[in-house]
């Protein structure tokens, strides 16, 4: 409906615009008001009013120098189509609210799009009401890419085309809009074929269809690229090759990279090189068309008409300027974003050739290492070479030393054989001196052989009389024991000496009870006090008597052969007795500091036992064992316990228990008369803690030292035991007299209970009566086997001689004269009997016998030892063993 030209160009169109005529009658129209534009001359105040009556309907606007710049500038391009689309919208508006549409629905929705998005540019070429209006929108349309051409629009003049930037560069002239937005990325186009060449420097041959197996990242819009995508592709190219395969891929890789990238380089620099010459010539152009502009107006003075043309020419050459500066501001900016893409690669190449540095670095490196290992290895090998050559050459040196060396001892071997040649022959003619030699010896051995076989014979004999002689020397022994204990039964098996004990230091010796001492055991004792004729003299008959001066020696001599008894396998029992203070312990023990000289009974014959059984070691074998126990109140205890519980022991009257009546009391091996000594001491100690202030236990309890003997006969292997008891009695004094009260009578009551038993057991067996009544006491019952039968019984009986014991001194010897009457009883009447003359005869005869025998053994020892001194001489030892051993088998079998 306005003036505008049938088939306008777009030229034509922006210098319509650019009038402002053609945009006054339009918003005339539209909004109805009358804008006299006509008034106005120039254009530029005609546009000031459209762009006043547009902001006055609250369109949106734009500014009077963006028609100035028109299509090549897109932002100025975009806000002159919103206002104008505004404006026509505006008009639609008024039309339908004038006359309702045919299809509501449509036009609802065509104009709510319009109002929501009135700058929408695809719209309006979709829509055909618009056909005739503004064609040169369609330049502004989003370009899809089936539709926009590669090469240049073959629509726009030649200045224009050539102004344009090429259609293979980074932003094509159709790329510049995006949604109405200029668009900053590169084209799809162009990112085709930058994978296109990407693959082609990778040597991949990936397919970009959607049906392929592996979808390079570098097929889509690299904005839409993700890591895993790339991580993906990384894996899919090199998830199956080797790590060798990998670097020497990516090596190549990174070599065509940067092959291509300097290429990039080299054509982004020869087109701006290009672009850098457009501009220059344009800029001449520039220059040109000012001077032109200037000549025109010069003219343009001279004619109106001209002038009119002139400055249409001139408004011309403005757009082309403006056009030119758009492009050359568009050109600049491209060559800025291609120098800092530039630089960008710049430092991604030096990364990449830093890299690339750093791995020949390391390789150069280890190639270096490498070399200098090979050089060392060399030296070493050189080294060990010359080494083993030094080695060969002293080994060849050696060698030759050698071979002379063999040489020569060859040479020595040689003499020797011939010396050692000699040497043999004279050797054999030695040993057949030798052999001759022998020979004659053998003869002379043979000779000596018979000689001692001849003395090999008497020797045979004699031993076969030595053999006999040991056989009858057993014998003889044996029988020499039993003659000897029929010797000691006829001194009676129950002997009973007295000992009086001398006056003590402050006692008075004037009066002494003791009348009279006889030397076959006859004693007086009487009150010197009493008046003379009133009362007799008690006369007492013991076995002994020991007067005070008597030496502990001259007291043990007579009991020295019970000893032997011992030994000889009888049991023995020698008990003291007395009140106390008497003298008992004196005599059994001794005093308490005592040398050899005042050893007691117990010493005594524990040393003569020692002593005799040492000399009888080739003959018997002797173990002798002790036990120490007391009876206080009728209750045994051990004095030799080890342990602190120092229970009460029974007595078990077993005489198959080898005579040990208290089997659970401490039994001691001894083996010298000092082990005794010192267990006797032992036994004292522990007896002296029973004692009390008043009463020493001692004289309280009974003492029973007890030595058992177990003798193994060498030759038969036959056992015997003996037994010796060495008793200290407790005192013997009276009750009455002592008036004891309380434990002292208890006391009093036991000892003199026990001592009465003792007398009872001993009376009994001297009157041989057929019940001895050992249980009466503990005392009896532990004697009970060397009490009576082949035992041997020696009482001491200690008396005082001071006149203040002269009452106990009477009681103890009528107790020690009711034991020995017995025995002493039928000699004592008659003395002169002849029967005990027979029998002081034969022990006379018998005493005689056994010095014989001792004579006869004497001699077959000396002899025997005088034959082993002979024999050993002679043979061997191991022979003469062997001669033994035989010979005592012989004396076995003849025993038997
Ligand atoms: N033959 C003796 N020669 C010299 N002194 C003696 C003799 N006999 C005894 N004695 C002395 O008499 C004192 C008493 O002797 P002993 O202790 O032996 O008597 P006891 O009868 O054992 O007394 P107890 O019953 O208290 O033990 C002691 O000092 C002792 O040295």
């Not at 088939?7 to 319509?16: G, K, Q, R």
């Not at 929108?137 to 629509?155: Q, Y």
């Not at 008690?538 to 001066?549: C, L, Q, R």
């Not at 036992?609 to 009876?631: A, H, P, T």
Request: with cysteine; net charge neutral.
């Amino acid at each position: 409906p306005f003036n505008v030209p049938s088939n306008p160009s777009e030229e034509d169109l922006w210098l319509i615009l650019q009038d402002g005529r053609v945009l006054c009658d339009l918003i005339s129209k539209i909004s109805g008001v009358e804008y006299n534009f006509h008034n106005l001359p120039l254009p530029c105040d005609r546009v000031n009013m459209f762009l006043s009556a547009a902001a006055d309907m609250k369109l949106p606007l734009f500014e009077a120098t963006d028609l100035d710049e028109g299509c090549y500038s897109s932002s100025s391009c975009k806000r002159i189509i919103d206002c104008l689309l505004s404006l026509k919208n505006f008009q639609e508006m008024n039309e339908l609210k004038e006359k309702p549409s045919n299809s509501p629905t449509d036009s609802r929705q065509h104009r709510s799009e319009h109002l929501e998005n009135p700058g929408k540019l695809v719209d309006c070429s979709e829509n055909g009401t618009q056909k005739g209006h503004l064609q040169p929108r369609r330049r502004w349309k989003i370009p899809s890419h089936e539709n926009t051409p590669l090469t240049a629009d073959p629509g726009l003049p030649s200045e224009q085309q050539s102004a344009l930037p090429p259609m293979n560069s980074v932003y094509g002239p159709d790329s510049l809009i995006t949604d109405g937005q200029p668009q900053t990325g590169p084209s799809p186009q162009h990112l085709q074929q930058i994978n296109k060449k990407f693959h082609d420097i990778l040597g991949i041959n990936m397919k970009t269809d959607s049906n392929s197996e592996v979808e390079s990242p570098l097929g889509k819009n690299l904005e839409n690229v993700s890591m895993q995508s790339l991580s993906g592709f990384v894996t899919a190219v090199f998830g199956n090759k080797q790590q060798d395969d990998v670097a020497r891929h990516v090596g190549n890789m990174l070599r065509k990279v940067l092959e291509e990238l300097e290429r990039c380089f080299t054509s982004q620099n020869q087109k701006v090189t290009k672009l850098k010459s457009m501009l220059k010539e344009h800029i001449n152009r520039e220059n040109k068309l000012a001077s032109r502009a200037m000549l025109l107006e010069t003219l343009a003075t001279g004619a109106g008409e001209e002038v009119k043309l002139l400055s249409r020419h001139l408004q011309q050459i403005k757009i082309e300027y403006k056009r030119a500066e758009d492009d050359k501001e568009m050109k600049e900016a491209m060559i800025e974003s291609m120098q800092k893409e530039k630089s960008e690669c710049e430092v991604a190449l030096e990364n990449l050739k830093r890299e690339l540095e750093e791995v020949v670095k390391a390789d150069q490196e280890r190639f270096r290492h490498l070399e200098s290992e090979k050089i060392e290895l060399e030296q070493t090998l050189k080294a060990k070479i010359h080494e083993k050559q030094t080695l060969l050459q002293e080994s060849d040196k050696k060698i030759q030393e050698l071979e002379a060396v063999i040489a020569l001892e060859m040479e020595t071997i040689k003499r020797k054989c011939e010396q050692y040649g000699y040497f043999i022959n004279f050797q054999h003619q030695l040993l057949k001196d030798v052999k001759w030699v022998l020979h004659s010896l053998k003869q002379e051995v043979l000779f000596l052989k018979n000689g001692y076989e001849e003395d090999l014979k008497a020797l045979e004999g004699q031993l076969c009389g030595l053999v006999h002689a040991a056989v009858s020397y057993h014998r003889v022994l044996a029988e020499n024991r039993l003659l000897y204990n029929e010797v000691q039964d006829l001194k009676g098996n129950i002997r009973v000496y007295c000992r009086i004990r001398p006056f003590l230091l402050g006692q008075s010796t004037k009066h002494s009870t003791v009348e009279y001492v006889g030397e076959n055991g006859d004693i007086l004792i009487c009150n010197p006090l009493k008046q003379q004729g009133k009362e007799v003299a008690k006369a007492f008959t013991f076995n002994k008597i020991f007067k005070p001066s008597s030496t502990q020696e001259e007291v043990f001599r007579d009991t020295r052969p019970l000893i032997r008894s011992v030994l000889d396998g009888f049991n023995v029992c020698i008990f003291a007795y007395g009140q106390t203070g008497s003298g008992k312990t004196y005599t059994m023990s001794g005093p308490s500091s005592s040398s050899d000289k005042d050893w007691g009974v117990n010493y005594r014959a524990l040393n003569d036992l020692f002593e005799i059984s040492r000399s009888r070691k080739d003959v018997i074998n002797y173990e002798v064992g002790v036990q120490m126990i007391e009876i206080y109140n009728e209750q045994v205890r051990d004095l030799l316990f080890i342990d602190s519980s120092n229970r009460r022991l029974e007595i078990r009257n077993n005489s198959q228990l080898n005579g040990v009546n208290v089997p659970d009391a401490s039994m001691l091996p001894v083996n010298s008369t000092f082990d005794v000594f010192h267990l006797m001491k032992i036994g004292q100690k522990n007896r002296a803690i029973g004692a009390t202030a008043l009463n020493e236990r001692s004289s309280r309890s009974h003492s029973v030292l007890t030595v058992h003997v177990r003798g193994t006969e060498l030759s038969s292997g036959a056992i015997l035991h003996g037994c010796l008891h060495l008793v200290d009695l407790a005192g013997s004094e009276r009750v009455d007299r002592s008036e004891a009260t309380g434990d002292r009578l208890k006391e009093a009551q036991h000892i003199n209970r026990s001592l009465s038993a003792l007398g009872d057991v001993i009376a009994a067996l001297a009157q041989r009566s057929s019940h001895v009544p050992y249980r009466n006491s503990k005392l009896t019952q532990l004697l009970q086997d060397s009490l009576g039968g082949q035992a041997k019984t020696l009482m001491f009986v200690h008396i005082s001689p001071d006149i203040d014991s002269y009452g106990e001194t009477l009681s103890t010897l009528k107790f020690a004269q009711r034991v020995a009457s017995v025995e002493l009883g039928a000699a004592k009447s008659n003395k002169e009997s002849k029967e005990l003359r027979d029998l002081k005869e034969q022990v006379a005869s018998l005493k005689e016998l056994v010095s014989k025998k001792d004579m006869e053994i004497d001699r077959l020892l000396k002899g025997k030892s005088r034959i082993k001194g002979i024999s050993g001489s002679l043979f061997s030892e191991s022979y003469l063993d062997m001669q033994d051993q035989r010979l005592r088998r012989q004396t076995l079998d003849s025993k038997q």
